[in-house]
T-cell receptor, first 116, second 111 residues
Framework: DTAVSQTPKYLVTQMGNDKSIKCEQN?????MYWYKQDSKKFLKIMFS???????INETVPNRFSPKSPDKAHLNLHINSLELGDSAVYFC???????????????FGEGSRLTVL | AQSVTQLGSHVSVSEGALVLLRCNYS??????LFWYVQYPNQGLQLLLK??????LVKGINGFEAEFKKSETSFHLTKPSAHMSDAAEYFC?????????FGSGTKLNVKP
């Protein structure tokens, strides 16, 4: 059983298209994240949700819109794709109970997006 | 502001040699510190973490790291490198539910 699963694993699309990446975790965690890893392997936080509530929203273009239908799912929709959006997008989850702040991140396998 | 610096984007060792990957951090509060490993085309996997207590932390695959507050460091070591250790390694600090990652160190293991 995969703890954090994302689909699709690979996505190749044309500039200007709209695409979505889905993420699900079966760990019972209350917090989920989207990270972007660029070609130099640098990891940048994009969004974080705690119990379906947006708690971290870094400087990300409005073309990126996360949605969390429930605490086990966090999807990422990207409008009007640009060349610079090409990257690997990682979903992650953690348990952030009040008073216990040392929870680690559990990562999905990543979704490699290539914009042509 | 929190930040993580990993010295050396590439480290190359011979099989059986000591592995030392350096990580320094800045944090305004006592940090939680992590090391993650990323194999090609995979997600990040936790190697070990420091929260409180013993400053020498043991992780999976024979890795360990020592939290040194005076040096603001959390270097990762392994006494004897194995070919399967070749991967990208990331140090991270966590403050107030936000993770800050270093830029990563690619470990190459030569036969």
């Amino acid at each position: 059983d995969t703890a954090v699963s994302q689909t699709p694993k690979y996505l190749v699309t044309q500039m200007g298209n709209d695409k979505s990446i889905k993420c699900e975790q079966n760990l019972g965690h209350d917090t989920m994240y989207w990270y972007k890893q660029d070609s130099k392997k640098f990891l940048k936080i994009m969004f974080s949700y705690n119990n379906k509530e947006l708690i971290i929203n870094e400087t990300v273009p409005n073309r990126f819109s996360p949605k969390s239908p429930d605490k086990a799912h966090l999807n990422l929709h990207i409008n009007s794709l640009e060349l610079g959006d090409s990257a690997v997008y990682f979903c992650a989850s953690s348990q952030e109970r009040t008073g216990i702040a040392s929870g680690e991140l559990f990562f999905g396998e990543g979704s490699r997006l290539t914009v042509l | 502001a929190q930040s993580v610096t990993q010295l050396g984007s590439h480290v190359s060792v011979s099989e059986g040699a000591l592995v030392l990957l350096r990580c320094n951090y800045s944090s305004s509060v006592p940090p939680y510190l992590f090391w993650y490993v990323q194999y090609p085309n995979q997600g990040l996997q936790l190697l070990l973490k420091y929260t409180t207590g013993a400053t020498l932390v043991k992780g999976i695959n024979g890795f360990e790291a020592e939290f040194k507050k005076s040096e603001t460091s959390f270097h990762l070591t392994k006494p004897s490198a194995h070919m399967s250790d070749a991967a990208e390694y990331f140090c991270a600090v966590k403050n107030f539910n936000k993770f800050y990652f270093g830029s990563g160190t690619k470990l190459n293991v030569k036969p």
